[in-house]
């Protein structure tokens, strides 16, 4: 039998204003099983929640009505009391009597009263149907998953890792480093960017708490915080490296050349490689794809039509540790985590769909990112910027802004944030390598918001010479030897028309390719451009809203290297945080499955969000679903799709909420 | 006819985006007309068409569903259903002999307080002019 207390707050006048806290107090006392109403000056102060304690146990209540502020306001608090008097905490109804009646009608004494004591009547209802709630306690395994090695990953993984637990960074590419592996200096610093990075890529690989995997991916993602089972994909490597030594001589005598991927094609490598020289795994892969001894497996298993291929092996002849491994296959592995962070950066973008700057078809037009890898003393030319035409020294270059940037044709409406900066950093460093160079800069704005940005950008200007013109070139065409790049100036009103050596595209940031299928994987949300979605832009800028799993750096939206560190140490406290407790305590207000009623249809299973609701086989062999306590965040959406009404809300259930409403009638 | 009808809405609000609107014309003391009784519900998608049926079943003048915007919900998807799932109720509130203008579904955010208070005014106003419900 309910014992209901009914608790009535005055809220100094905030309430007893406006509300006839008397005349309250008297219908609630003839209310159906309640036993005693109180008032209270507050009844969230010291006091107030004391008598709140006195009155359960004087009356022994065992259903607390508190009438006062709004539940999101103090429920937590009015819970305590409750379960400082010894009584479940769940027991608690709140009627909201400040917020959703007095404050919005004081212009009406007399029915603000009798609303709140209609509010009150409905909490009585549903009050009455409150079950005790506990609670649940679920274990950590304190290891995280890091997926992506470019600098936020690592940045990442090395601060979970300092904080003293375990990391095992996933990377798909047979190196980490990522793009700003790639790129030469870095802005407004101009400090050397392989300097920087190279060394906290060794010592990621050397951390005793860092489990690296290159040339891996992520496949399946199950289980929920704390607890989540990865399947992991080891790609075929083709090499022992656990025998490899990284001498380097079979990529430096393998007969087959092929464009660096590195290298933006700019170079090439060859079919066992290394990305880079500073790659970490110093260790090689076999790119099946052109490897000479695959293609003659391949000739050999389709009946050996067409010229012979050479059987090659010559990796496998020098080889001094027999490090080859041509029976070695991909292979799934599943491991467990007790978080994952998501850190897979990003790619630029395709510049193929700007016909007017020739889709890829002028040699001399190439991407900011090529330029870098032209600039860079480890690149294909080794530091000299040359044209791919003819191999000359560009005297004037253009750069164009925004491509694939703030562009509503081309889809891309945002601002990619880092290639004002970029374009006039490379202009800066092109003066350098060569005094005789004059640049020009095509702009639509030039955005230079961070720490010395603005003071770099005019350094470009006054120190380089830059011209800068605002205006998105119409077109580039080739004039012999010269590219022309026609545009407005929109600043002074007329046509600009510039013949130019070389041609430098800043190409926006897009998501690495395959983001929207991780995110899928892992349940996290994702944008219209395939950018991940933090839980709040604000305020919980590298959480999602599956609780364990936290995004960080260019995944989530275009951002600069300072700010990818940023959010990489971020993502490492809030795993480091999760790590510090022994267990997690679940929230008890989640969905539950009445197996008698359940007919199987499952439509729960499809229709849950958050992948909460499974399914298994009864005794008799019924197909069933079944509630994950952890997973369940309590929304709701399968309690009103399920037809038998087999599935039902705590907290929320059904026969609450439909008592509720009657209790408006009582 | 009476001489004032004074219809009475039952509301189902959802926890983060709507009950916090009201909250928040609460806090920021815009008045609006008490015809309003509020259930909070943690996502509009938890509203089974039974609760609305029920309501009208019981007495009720009108029945307001409000949640976050579609693409803002607490729980990515949960409003996308309540959409789907009322869009098909609709009609059907026809057979019952009960005016659909009785019923609404809106989007309220939780910054907006001023909207709520526009949306129970105006809802009270439409069901003033059509009356009490003839059972």
């Known amino acids: 039998m309910a014992r209901v207390g009914v608790f009535v707050c005055h809220c100094g006048t905030n309430i007893a204003g406006v509300v006839n806290i008397p005349e309250v107090l008297e219908a609630a006392e003839k209310m159906p099983m309640v036993v005693s109403a109180t008032d209270n000056k507050y009844s969230c102060s010291e006091p107030g929640q004391a008598s709140i304690r006195e009155a359960i146990i004087e009356n022994n209540l065992n259903r607390v009505i508190v009438a006062a502020c709004s539940p999101r306001m103090h429920e937590i608090t009015f819970r305590r009391a409750l379960a400082s008097a010894g009584l479940n905490p ?29 509010i009150i009547k409905m909490a009585v209802a549903k009050v009455i149907r409150h079950e005790p709630l506990y609670p649940r306690q679920v274990g950590i395994t304190k290891r995280a998953l890091v997926i992506g090695g470019g600098i936020t990953g690592i940045q990442t993984a090395l601060d979970i890792a300092n904080a003293g637990y375990g990391v095992v960074l996933v990377e798909r590419e047979p190196s980490i480093g990522g793009r700003m592996a790639q790129l030469d200096k870095t802005f407004p610093t101009l400090d050397c960017s392989a300097c920087i990075l190279t060394p906290k890529m060794v010592d990621l690989s050397q951390h005793p708490k860092i489990k690296l995997m290159t040339y891996a991916e992520v496949k399946k993602v199950t289980g929920f915080i704390g607890n989540f089972e990865v399947e992991i994909l080891h790609k075929a490597k083709k090499v022992d490296h656990l025998k490899c030594i990284g001498c380097g001589i079979c990529w430096q005598k393998c007969p087959e050349k092929v464009p660096s991927e590195f290298d933006l094609g700019l170079g090439k490598r060859t079919a066992i490689y290394i990305p880079f020289a500073q790659a970490v795994p110093p260790k090689p892969v076999i790119d099946l794809s052109h490897c000479r001894y695959t293609k003659y497996l391949t000739w050999v298993a389709t009946g050996q039509e067409g010229k012979k291929p050479p059987e090659c092996r010559i990796c496998e002849k020098l080889c001094p540790t027999a490090a080859i491994a041509w029976d070695q296959e991909e292979q799934l592995f599943t491991e467990k985590f007790g978080t994952i962070v998501v850190a897979t950066g990003y790619q630029t973008y395709d510049y193929s769909h700007y016909k007017e700057y020739g889709s890829r078809d002028f040699a001399d037009v190439i991407t900011g990112l090529q330029l870098e890898r032209l600039m860079s003393a480890s690149g294909p030319t080794g530091g000299e910027v040359t044209r791919l035409s003819d191999g000359s020294h560009p005297k004037t270059v253009a750069f164009v802004c925004c491509v694939g940037s703030r562009d509503q044709q081309r889809g891309r409406p945002y601002c990619s944030k880092v290639c004002c900066m970029y ?36 350094r470009a200007i006054d120190e380089a010479g830059v011209i800068y013109i605002k205006g998105r070139p119409s077109k580039i065409y080739q004039d012999g030897k010269k590219l022309i790049v026609l545009g407005e100036d929109t600043l002074m009103g007329r046509p600009v028309e510039i013949p130019v050596d070389l041609v430098v595209l800043a190409t926006g940031m897009e998501p690495s390719a395959g983001a929207d299928e991780l995110a899928r994987n892992l349940n996290i949300s994702y944008d219209t451009y395939n950018f991940m979605v933090e839980a709040h832009p604000k305020l919980r800028p590298v959480e999602t809203h599956t609780d364990g799993i936290f995004v960080a750096g260019a995944c989530v939206g275009p951002r600069d290297i300072p700010e990818c560190v940023a ?18 305590t679940t929230e008890p207000l989640i969905a539950v499955v009445n197996q008698a009623r359940c007919i199987g249809c499952l439509l729960c299973v499809t229709i849950c969000p958050f992948k909460a609701v499974d399914y298994q086989t009864t005794q008799d062999g019924r197909l069933i679903a079944a509630t994950n306590e952890s997973l369940c965040k309590g929304c709701g959406l399968c309690i009103a799709a399920c037809r038998p009404k087999a599935i039902d809300l705590r907290g929320f259930t059904n026969q609450q909420i439909l008592d509720e409403v009657a209790g408006l009638w009582l | 006819m009476a001489v004032s009808h004074e219809p009475r809405i039952v509301g189902f609000l959802c926890n983060w985006c709507s009950y916090a609107g009201a909250d ?3 806090t920021s003391r815009i008045t609006y007309p008490a015809n309003i009784r509020i259930i909070r519900v943690p996502c509009s998608g938890r509203v089974d068409p039974l609760f609305v049926v029920k309501s009208f079943q019981l007495g009720a003048d009108g029945v307001l569903i409000a949640g976050c915007h579609p693409g803002d919900c607490h729980y990515t998807e949960g409003n996308y259903h309540t959409r789907r799932r009322f869009a098909l109720l609709r009609p059907f509130l026809d057979y019952l002999g009960i005016d659909q203008e009785r019923f609404r579904l809106e989007w309220v955010s939780a910054s907006e307080g001023k909207k709520f208070s526009e949306v129970v005014a105006d809802f009270t106003e439409t069901l003033k002019r059509i009356g009490p419900r003839e059972i």
């Open chain 1, 90 to 118: 769940y027991l608690l109804e709140m009627a909201n009597i400040r917020e959703q009646c007095s404050w919005v009608h004081s212009d009406n004494k007399e029915i603000a009263t009798n609303k709140a004591i209609e």
């Open chain 1, 423 to 458: 374009t006039a950093k490379q202009a800066i460093m092109l003066k350098e390598h060569d005094p005789e160079v004059q640049c020009y800069i095509f702009y639509i704005d030039v955005r230079a918001g961070g720490k010395d940005f603005e003071e770099f950008y005019l």
């Open chain 1, 567 to 584: 959010q990489g140490s971020a993502a490492a406290a809030k795993v480091a945080a999760l790590f510090s407790q022994d267990t997690l």
């Open chain 2, 24 to 26: 928040l014309a609460g």
